[in-house]
């Protein structure tokens, strides 16, 4: 019926009726089985604020606009790791007013190590990502923002922010243990190391290889509290034991850090390598660590929000960053 009302309607000249069915119907079919056919995963794409998830080489895209607490249904796991659980902020948001909160315990002395006070965790969420492997690139953009007075303290609580994971399993639910893994976490420009800091209110973000602090070699952006800032990053996975790899992060499009001929999932990813030949297959955000409080701080927030995994570079919000309508040579568990 469908095939001869569309001759009917050539026959009438309705050339237009049928240009806006194939437009609107067949053409996004087809290219969804051209994507089936070809294996390339689809993971998580809950956004529609943004234009860019429409690519084909988008792995994960969600504002959390439609996320519930707890549940995994969108792809997002560990919410009760370490026993601290990552909230959905419902008053704060990029755009709308949704996003993921994770907290921090006051510290209200140093603290060396937690002892229970919960001040050094704020639990992870973690969602599964196509295999990467060697040759192959990974770049993630989100949106983050630090509660009001938020004190930056790395090598104590909160100091990490972003990983890249490289499980025994898929990465997804039944993940197995981590065999090796790419951070990133805060650099205090007024202190060093584990502190203490002469102004805590501050940060930088680095590449974090075994607790040896690779900063920024090309911009210096501060972070503070108060407002959204895009960060993105990049890694091109290296061959297992050559340090052929490649790291990139920038700060509202603005590069921060750019280097080469590195050895990703091994000595400079963060040196607790199991087995480099196990393919990235998850990120999280997770802002914590187990070393010394060297400044106090009150109970504090870090949101994140609207973010965007993909093969090619991902950009602003709202840029319009042209890539392949394809993946290729990506393959999920």
Not at 294 to 313: E, G
């Amino acid at each position: 019926m469908f095939l001869t009302d569309l001759g009917r309607g050539r026959e009438r000249g309705s050339s237009s009726s049928i240009e806006k069915v194939s437009r609107t119907i067949i053409r996004p079919v087809a290219l969804l089985l051209f994507v089936v056919f070809l294996g390339i995963p689809v993971l998580h794409r809950a956004l529609a604020a943004e234009s860019i998830c429409n690519r084909g080489d988008i792995f994960i895209c969600d504002d959390f606009a439609t996320i519930t607490q707890d549940s995994t249904a969108g792809g997002w796991y560990d919410w009760n790791d370490v026993s601290k659980i990552p909230q959905v902020d419902t008053t704060v948001g990029l755009t709308d007013s949704r996003s993921i909160r994770l907290d921090l315990a006051a510290a209200s002395v140093p603290i060396n190590p937690d002892n229970g006070t919960g001040a050094i965790s704020t639990g992870t969420i973690r969602h599964q990502i196509p295999n990467i492997s060697t040759g192959q690139t990974l770049y993630c953009r989100w949106y983050a923002k630090w509660s009001n007075n938020f004190q930056f303290v790395p090598g104590g609580s909160g100091a990490k922010h972003f990983y890249i994971w490289a499980y025994a399993g898929n990465g997804g639910p039944t993940h197995g243990d981590w065999q090796h893994r790419f951070r990133f976490s805060y650099r205090n420009p007024t202190g060093c190391c584990s502190g203490p800091f002469s102004n805590p209110n501050i940060a930088r973000l680095q590449w974090d290889v075994s607790d040896n602090e690779l900063g920024e070699n090309i911009a210096q952006t501060n972070l503070t509290a108060g407002p959204w800032y895009a960060i993105e990053l990049y890694i091109k996975v290296n061959t297992v034991n050559v340090n052929d790899g490649e790291v990139k992060w920038w700060i509202n499009d603005v590069l921060q850090g750019s280097y080469t001929g590195v050895n990703v999932r091994g000595v400079n990813g963060d040196g607790y390598t199991k087995d480099a030949t196990v393919p990235f297959n998850a990120v999280s955000f997770d802002g914590y660590f187990g070393g010394i409080e060297t400044n106090v701080h009150p109970a504090q927030s870090i949101y994140y929000d609207n973010i965007v995994c993909s093969s090619n570079k991902v950009g602003l919000a709202g840029s319009s960053n042209v890539s392949p309508s394809v993946a290729t040579g990506l393959t999920a568990q």
